[in-house]
């Protein structure tokens, strides 16, 4: 472990790294959201990008 604590694990490989891996550079087009609700209940809630207005659906909502 080092000594800040920090390991990188890579899923399906077994060796346990202790400094940051190289990576492809992120692609700035692009953006990950991850959005969970406690009590799994999505059903009326959207997640929107541009002028939609806060809170209505727009198809797109997961």
């Given amino acids: 472990m080092t000594r800040t604590g920090?390991?990188?694990?890579?899923?399906g490989e077994e060796e346990m790294l202790t400094e940051r891996p190289e990576y492809?550079?992120?692609?700035t087009?692009?953006?990950?959201?991850?959005?969970?609700?406690?009590?799994g209940n999505y059903e009326g809630w959207a997640c929107t990008s541009g002028p939609a207005p806060l809170g209505r659906?727009?198809?797109r909502s997961r």
Avoid: C, F
């Fill in 57 to 59: 659906p727009t198809g």
């Fill in 29 to 39: 087009s692009k953006a990950v959201l991850h959005y969970h609700r406690p009590d």
């Fill in 6 to 11: 920090e390991v990188w694990i890579e899923q």
């Fill in 24 to 27: 492809p550079a992120q692609d």
